[in-house]
């Protein structure tokens, strides 16, 4: 469609008669039509992510591709639309949009950026809705708009005393011109009545009564349900299946072979077994007798591995970062620190497994998927069913998290490869051993760390060598491919004013397929770089928090290098602020010991402070305080459960949790070998929240990076021992 530049107001059938409905663009600049070579208007694409639609009753939906995961973004958003349009919360709704790449620039939902993408363009359409109305309202009186008001979803006339509700006023500001988006008066933060201000999840109500949807819980009419058998070897494929013992199951349907998906999809492959119950499906797949071919991969161990990663740890890599002189400072400092970090691959290991229904039929597909990228669940189905993606419905479910894992294509492409066989609406679904098997794993990696303090306590040298089973090298083909741009986030942004820095990185090869997992490589290099400045500090002979700071310097003329580049105000700012909360400078008895850590990542800073006792090998974490800087928080409520969910997951993963590789296959396969923190093992945690008038950052991950290494520098303080390998296991003696 051409787009006017001043103006985007749909009326009549799309918005429903006597209706409003505004689009809006939630990431980047809007791409105009721009002049043909002949002088006309050339259709643009549509440019829009999100549509408010403002009724006849002066309800408002903010139609919106955004899901929700348990981060509580259907309330957040509202919030925001609420604050600008003066409207109360409750008039506002946020729907889910249909899967329409036509309407829809953007459809995906992740790297912790639907409140920070999305604050500006919303604070805009409200102030557009708010702007209209008064318009409106002020032309019907015949009087200025400057004498007119607007409050609680209702224009008032100052002078007169005249109002109107905004139900009243849609139909003549659905004819007016459109306020223009970048000049359009915004509310000053010290006016906010919503914004800022704790409001309960509209999600949680019907999460607590059992109404809520997940994609688990879809239930359509004639469905069937479908299991895979899959090779446990990555890599590895049915030679041969005998489905002769299946016969006697009662509700068993069919079997047959789905074969393995390349690049974009990555399915295993494997044995399908259709049946009328999941249950059925299951007992039916555990009848099946299956000679695998293992593949080349059979010969991968995490001792394999480990050699690999030590090896790309323990020599130059691609050099991403490169500050003074490294090698001539190295030697001549007077104390020198060596540090080898190791870290395991991680399962996403989501409450809710995966699962998705598809209905086939007729050159057409009805999609009811947990995603957290719909369009890409679209074209992958339409591929597999050979049908334009515009005759593919997928509607978004809730789901019981995503962490990066409801990302891919995988399971929507094997439901799609089922659906086409049978010709019917089927649910598959991944049991607890299916997606622990067979997830897409935080990557293994080995960093290496040199450093070197003068007598004085300065540190002169930071050397970082990051080796890993890069994401960007599994998803990339190799001539396209920069596996050190995947790997290298918070590393390559070390904030500490040390004047020879260098950081190099190394891909090592695995079968076991990479992917983002909740705050991705923020969550190895935030350890890696937490916790060996808190060697530095300890070779220095100072206090940790006091090395920090001295070293968090911000110039006058201080610009970011990129968007990921921390303010070191900032960052010293929440330090300071766990520090004070978590009363650093008290003395702790003998056995007890404080650890902090500071990071930077999606926008947002965190500092944790971890207080722990340690007896023998074995310790407890007592308290955990944590500093947020998150910019403008919306709704603090959220805030905090962000931060504590973060941090409790971040703990499965730094006391607990690890993939390890036998034969080419994953040795754990349910929560008796991959156990998260449980309800009691849970330490008190306080979240202090900083106010900021600064644009919104992150919340959905960045409060995971601080905790490890602040778990980690607190048993040193407690004990001496210092522990450089995730999940931390103290040694005894």
Request: neutral net charge; contains cysteine; charged residues 25%.
């Amino acid at each position: 469609m051409a787009i006017s530049r001043r103006q985007f107001v749909v009326g009549g059938a799309v918005a429903g008669a006597g209706a409003l409905l505004i689009g809006v663009r939630l990431s980047g600049p809007i791409a105009w039509a721009q002049e043909s070579d002949a002088g006309k208007k050339k259709p643009a694409p549509n440019p829009f992510d999100a549509y408010v639609h403002v009724k006849p009753d002066g309800q408002i939906s903010l139609i919106v591709a955004k899901s929700e995961m348990g981060q509580g973004i259907k309330t957040g958003l509202a919030m925001i639309l609420a604050e600008e349009a003066e409207v109360d919360l409750a008039s506002v709704k946020v729907e889910q949009a249909d899967t329409r790449p036509d309407l829809y620039a953007h459809l995906g939902t992740g790297g912790s950026g639907s409140t920070m993408e999305n604050f500006m363009p919303l604070r805009r359409a409200g102030a557009q809705v708010r702007e209209l109305m008064i318009t409106a309202a002020a032309a019907k009186w015949n009087v200025p708009p400057a004498e007119c008001e607007a409050k609680k979803g209702t224009v008032l006339h100052k002078k007169s005393s005249r109002k109107a509700g905004y139900g009243e006023l849609v139909a003549a500001a659905a004819k007016l011109p459109l306020p223009d988006p970048e000049k359009v008066p915004l509310k000053d933060a010290s006016k906010f009545e919503v914004i800022g201000h704790p409001v309960a999840r509209v999600d949680v109500p019907s999460k607590v009564n059992g109404s809520a949807q997940f994609g688990i819980d879809v239930r359509v009419p004639e469905m069937v349900f479908a299991v895979v058998a899959r090779c446990p070897t990555f890599g590895g494929k049915a030679a041969h299946f005998d489905a002769a013992k299946l016969k006697a199951i009662a509700g068993v349907r069919d079997v047959f072979e789905i074969p393995a998906l390349g690049r974009d999809m990555f399915t295993a492959g494997g044995i399908v077994v259709v049946a009328d119950s999941t249950w059925t499906a299951m007992k039916g797949r555990e009848a099946l007798q299956i000679t695998w071919d293992h593949g080349a991969a059979v010969s991968e161990s995490t001792e394999t591995l480990r050699d690999a990663l030590h090896a790309g740890a323990s020599k130059a890599g691609k050099r991403v970062r490169n500050d003074g002189d490294v090698d001539a400072a190295l030697s001549g400092g007077a104390k020198r620190v060596d540090a080898v970090y190791e870290f395991p691959f991680l399962a996403h290991a989501t409450m809710e497994p995966m699962n998705i229904t598809v209905h086939a039929r007729g050159g057409e597909a009805e999609v009811w998927a947990p995603t957290q990228s719909p369009d890409w669940v679209q074209g992958t189905v339409a591929k597999i069913l050979s049908v334009p993606p515009d005759k593919v419905a997928v509607h978004t479910t809730l789901m019981g998290g995503g962490f990066g894992r409801r990302y891919m294509a995988d399971y929507p492409a094997e439901a799609a490869q089922i659906a086409k066989v049978v010709g019917k609406p089927v649910q598959l679904v991944w049991s607890r051993e299916d997606d622990m098997t067979h997830d897409f794993y935080r990557p293994s990696a080995c960093h290496q760390m040199r450093g070197v303090v003068d007598q004085a306590g300065h540190p002169l040298v930071w050397s970082h060598t990051i080796a890993s089973t890069s994401i960007g090298a599994w998803w990339d083909p190799p001539e396209k491919s920069e596996p050190e741009n995947s790997e290298v986030g918070g590393a390559k942004q070390m904030p500490y004013a040390i004047p020879n820095v260098r950081l190099e990185y190394n891909a090592v090869a695995s079968s076991v397929p990479p992917l983002w997992w909740r705050s991705v490589e923020h969550s190895f290099n935030g350890f890696a770089v937490e916790s060996f400045i808190d060697e530095l500090a300890a070779a220095a002979g100072q206090d940790a928090v006091q090395f920090r700071k001295g070293l968090l310097v911000k110039p006058a003329n201080w610009k970011p290098k990129d968007e990921d580049d921390p303010d070191p105000a900032r960052l010293r700012g929440v330090l300071e602020l766990a520090a004070e909360k978590s009363e650093w400078s008290k003395p702790l008895p003998k056995g007890k010991g404080r650890g902090i850590a500071s990071y930077h990542s999606f926008g947002s800073y965190f500092a944790e402070v971890a207080e722990v006792t340690v007896n023998g090998s074995e310790f407890k974490i007592d308290r955990i305080v944590a500093a947020v800087d998150c910019g403008q928080i919306v709704n603090p409520e959220s805030v905090r459960s962000q931060t504590e969910g973060a941090i409790i997951y971040g703990l499965s993963a730094a006391l607990k949790n690890e993939i390890t590789i036998k034969n080419g296959a994953v040795e754990q396969t349910n929560f008796d070998g991959y156990d998260p923190i449980r309800i009691n093992e849970a330490p008190p945690i306080e979240v202090h929240l900083v106010s900021s008038k600064e644009d919104p950052g992150g919340m959905g991950e960045p409060g995971l990076p601080p905790i490890a290494p602040a778990v980690a520098n607190a048993i040193f303080a407690a004990s001496g021992q210092r522990l450089r390998k995730l999940p931390l296991q103290l040694k005894s003696g």
